[in-house]
């Protein structure tokens, strides 16, 4: 999910992780 238009999503092994300029939008799911 994105919070904003910044935030990039990466996915590895199933893995999905939030990247972003902003420390609140990071987010981990499994």
Do not use: A, L, S, Y
């Amino acid at each position: 999910r994105k919070m904003c238009d910044k935030c990039r999503i990466i996915r590895r092994r199933g893995v999905v992780r939030v990247i972003c300029e902003n420390p609140k939008h990071k987010q981990r799911q499994g």
